[in-house]
């Protein structure tokens, strides 16, 4: 285990301007900053994202040798957060819970499964090694992972009937093509679209949360940043963009107040290639 902590540690760290890692960050972060950005800023930025990343993963594989105390120690939560949560776990409905790729996301997701929320998370078939790695560490956590195939949405729909979460991120497009183009960032990014389905479906709200690391306590911090019931628009398909639309907007303020914590290591815009971390 500690070898696969130094193993990216040292991949987190590569600061190189040539690497693939370092130019999908550069790609990603020159969108989230926006034309104002100079390429020094953006590259500054992705060196900060190293970094971050870094010290996110030796802090999360620390906790994992220590157990569920340190995983409860070193996240916080805020009051409104804590509102959320008891909502969570009190309300019969269940709940369709997405998240972007800030910070210390499995630290504080498995906090949360320690604090007793049951997370059903859906994750992508067939992973990387490294994403694989995430996995074991989520279910060895007690997350309940939920490979993304043909089973996936009767299974997503069960867990949502019976009162519980489903859990997704919104900021990564889709390996094998699927999703929607959606504006992010100004810009047309295919990125998936199921949370939306699965709370149009069964009637679930989104709830919006996300990681933040705190460098003046250093501490993790989880916010429940926007809880939103599902618009009618029109069609079906209008109802799924629309809803989609106002959730990646959520999405995005949080990844502008902290770009240099957006540890999103594939390439979201089409003609930037599909991935720099293979």
Not at 30 to 44: D, Y
Not at 182 to 209: D, I, M, S, W, Y
Request: glycine share 8%; hydrophobic share 40%; with cysteine.
């Amino acid at each position: 285990m500690r070898d696969v902590a130094r193993s990216r540690k040292k991949r987190a760290t590569n600061g190189r301007p040539d690497s693939a890692l370092m130019r999908t960050l550069q790609a990603n972060l020159r969108m989230a900053l926006g034309p104002e950005a100079s390429e020094e800023q953006v590259f500054q930025t992705a060196r900060a994202a190293l970094r971050h990343a870094g010290m996110a993963y030796f802090e999360l594989y620390h906790a994992l040798g220590v157990g569920p105390e340190a995983f409860l120690a070193a996240v916080r939560s805020t009051p409104l957060t804590d509102y959320y949560v008891d909502e969570m776990l009190t309300q019969e409905r269940g709940m369709v819970v997405v998240t972007v790729h800030m910070s210390n996301f499995d630290l504080a997701g498995l906090a949360f499964a320690y604090r007793g929320l049951h997370l059903n998370v859906l994750a992508y078939a067939n992973p990387t090694s490294g994403y694989d790695m995430q996995n074991k560490i989520r279910l060895k956590g007690g997350i309940n992972l939920m490979p993304i195939d043909v089973s996936a949405l009767r299974r997503s729909l069960e867990a949502l009937h019976a009162g519980q979460l489903v859990v997704t991120g919104i900021d990564r497009p889709d390996p094998y093509g699927g999703g929607e183009m959606l504006p992010f960032f100004g810009k047309p990014a295919r990125l998936p679209v199921g949370h939306v389905r699965l709370a149009l479906q069964t009637g679930a709200p989104v709830v919006v949360a996300h990681c933040e690391y705190r460098p003046t306590d250093r501490s993790y911090a989880v916010h429940v940043s926007r809880w939103l019931e599902m618009e009618h628009v029109g069609s079906r398909q209008e109802n799924i963009l629309h809803n989609a639309r106002r959730v990646l907007a959520v999405g995005e303020e949080l990844i502008r107040a902290r770009p240099e914590q957006w540890l999103m290591f594939y390439r979201v815009w089409e003609e930037a290639g599909m991935t720099g971390d293979e």
